[in-house]
């Protein structure tokens, strides 16, 4: 499966919709720094990259709505940093789902976010999910 993508022929790119990249789960590294004008990032950004160790959002800086399900099912993902997110303002629901590999996530650089819409962490299974 694919390991790596080269994200070089989308710098222009401000908006990103729905389902950006979806079932990659073999993908072992991903530069998100061509996405450096990318303003908004609507619903499913990456859903089932588990293959990704670490993600550096730092691209997303322009970004102010974290619309629903921004990451999801990257559970390969240990640790990340919110701090290139300072200036997102609304969190839609489910932020991070299934991202279960993450042991530690420091949520003090979304101290602008004046709305979040339903459940802003949903990293495992409940006892009421079975």
Do not use: K, N
Request: glycine share 6%.
């Amino acid at each position: 499966g694919l390991t790596a993508l080269d994200l070089s022929p989308l710098s222009q790119v401000t908006v990103i919709m729905s389902e950006f990249l979806r079932g990659c789960s073999g993908l072992t590294q991903l530069d998100l720094s061509p996405l450096s004008q990318v303003t908004e990032v609507h619903p499913e950004f990456l859903w089932g990259c588990s293959g990704l160790t670490t993600l550096d959002l730092s691209p997303l800086s322009r970004v102010s709505v974290l619309r629903e399900f921004f990451l999801v099912q990257c559970s390969g993902l240990t640790a990340l940093d919110l701090s290139p997110l300072s200036q997102v303002t609304v969190i839609m629901s489910e932020f991070l789902r299934g991202c279960s590999g993450l042991t530690q996530l420091d949520l003090s650089p979304l101290s602008q976010v004046t709305e979040v819409q339903g459940c802003l962490l949903y990293t495992s299974p409940s006892p009421r999910d079975s």
